[in-house]
């Protein structure tokens, strides 16, 4: 039998991830959870802390395992800066088997990055994890700036977030996708994105192109 908190969680993460989180209030959960509000408070003091829980009961073991992933790439590049793909794959693929698992969890995650609510979760949850792929992105490329390397992070996760909570692009693909192919794909464009050249060489290139037509 399911006890009382892990009723509270399961009916947190499926609310929050099919309705957004703002759109989710305390009343809702404890209806479609059948406790009373008195149960939330004592378990988890209030709606911020409740989805604080429902995140880090499972990005705690993804977390481990990007950092299990990037300690295994690190010691095979012997000291050289780790290839970018391999850093993006230490930390896209555990996301893949939680999601497969966790279909809810998944949207969940892509709701709390494009409603604008990982940065305050990411300092309380995420720090060590990103204490560790950051600098080693920076190591990597070594031609962006800490401002040019933060941009392409956000942009980073807005991209994750549409691919683990979007809708299947067989309108504009032709074909079925599947989660697995997604990441896959989703890793060979970032590769690419954090490897373009600097925006403002980008802009100036592009100048010396139009002066010389």
Same mark, same amino acid.
Request: hydrophobic content about 55%.
């Given at each position: 039998m399911i006890d009382t908190k892990q009723r509270i969680l399961d009916t947190a993460e499926r609310l929050f991830a099919e309705r957004g989180y703002d759109a989710?209030?305390?009343?809702?959960?404890?209806? /479609?959870? #059948?406790?009373?509000?008195?149960?939330v408070h004592y378990h988890f003091g209030s709606k911020e802390d409740l989805l604080g829980e429902v995140v880090l009961r499972k990005i705690g073991p993804?977390? /481990?395992?990007?950092l299990a992933a990037l300690d295994q790439a690190e010691k095979e590049a012997a000291g050289a800066p780790v290839p970018v793909e391999r850093i993006l794959r230490a930390f896209l693929m555990p996301t893949l088997s939680v999601a497969r698992r966790s279909p809810d969890f998944a949207k969940l995650m892509g709701r709390l990055v494009s409603e604008g609510h990982i940065e305050r979760l990411a300092a309380q949850r995420f720090r060590p994890m990103l204490e560790r792929f950051v600098p080693a992105l920076a190591r990597s490329l070594p031609a962006l700036t800490r401002e040019e390397l933060g941009w392409r992070i956000y @942009?980073? @996760? #807005?991209?994750?977030?549409?691919?683990?909570?979007g809708e299947s692009q067989i309108w504009l693909t032709g074909a079925v996708d599947?989660? #697995?192919?997604?990441?896959?794909?989703?890793?060979?464009f970032l590769? #690419?994105? @954090?490897?373009?050249?600097?925006a403002r060489q980008a802009a100036l290139e592009a100048e010396q192109v139009e002066v010389t037509k």
């Open positions: 989710v209030s305390l009343r809702h959960i404890i209806a /479609e959870a #059948g406790v009373n509000l008195a149960a993804v977390n /481990e395992a990007r @942009f980073m @996760f #807005g991209a994750v977030s549409r691919a683990l909570c599947d989660l #697995g192919d997604r990441i896959q794909r989703l890793i060979a590769s #690419g994105a @954090f490897a373009a050249p600097p």
